[in-house]
T-cell receptor, first 114, second 115 residues
């Protein structure tokens, strides 16, 4: 069974601060996806990274996939109150089925205070 | 817009009274998933269908069943809900054709309360 450990579990910061969320595993994943979930809603995909060392940017969000495809990070620059939510990393299983069965990390609850 | 729809958004049932949650999709995706998510935790996969092929997770209780009568619809049946089954139930779909980059699209969820 592949496991993803996400840290920190809780993050409370002031608007304008930077933050990084980490997602680590001892297993190799074929892809790593990051989702954001607001209260009472389903997760929404932010990004998918598939190549070791890959970096993707989405406005103030920077996503990185580790060289060995075992870890990933999400960095938010100048956080805004609208960034508040549950952030989930999810790994696509290497060598598995032909479709996207995912292993989810435990999630990071981010609260950005004005 | 193509989307994943879940009904109802909120469901209240009594302890032991069977309940059915509904999911429909307009994406024409091959794969449909059911997840259980408890407060601010990661979604836990219960089972999924690839087309008509049912795949149960090893630790999904027998109390949970699923039906997929056609491509567009999938149902989650909880035969005898217990207090521990109170959770958000998420339906997701994926095309099933993109290999390990297959993106899952989630519905808004059904919040189940068990009294």
């Amino acid at each position: 069974t592949q496991l993803l450990e996400q840290s920190p579990q809780f993050l409370s910061i002031q608007e304008g601060e930077n933050l990084t969320v980490y997602c680590n595993s001892s297993s190799v994943f074929s892809s790593l996806q990051w989702y954001r979930q607001e209260p009472g809603e389903g997760p929404v995909l932010l990004v998918t990274v598939v190549t070791g060392g890959e970096v993707k940017k989405l406005k103030r969000l920077t996503f990185q996939f580790g060289d060995a495809r075992k870890d990933s990070s999400l960095h938010i620059t100048a956080a805004q109150t609208g960034d508040t939510g549950l952030y989930l990393c999810a790994g696509g299983e290497a060598g598995g089925t032909s479709y996207g069965k995912l292993t989810f990390g435990q999630g990071t609850i981010l609260t950005v205070h004005p | 817009d193509a989307m994943v729809i879940q009904n109802p958004r909120y469901q209240v049932t009594q302890f032991g009274k069977p309940v059915t949650l509904s999911c429909s999709q307009t994406l024409n995706h091959n794969v449909m998933y059911w997840y259980q998510q408890k407060s601010s935790q990661a979604p836990k996969l219960l089972f999924h269908y690839y087309d008509k092929d049912f795949n149960n997770e090893a630790d999904t209780p027998d109390n949970f069943q699923s039906r997929r009568p056609n491509t567009s619809f999938c149902f989650l049946d909880i035969r005898s809900p217990g207090l521990g089954d109170a959770a958000m139930y998420l339906c997701a779909t994926s095309s099933g054709t993109s290999g390990f980059t297959d993106t899952q699209y989630f519905g808004p969820g059904t919040r189940l309360t068990v009294l």
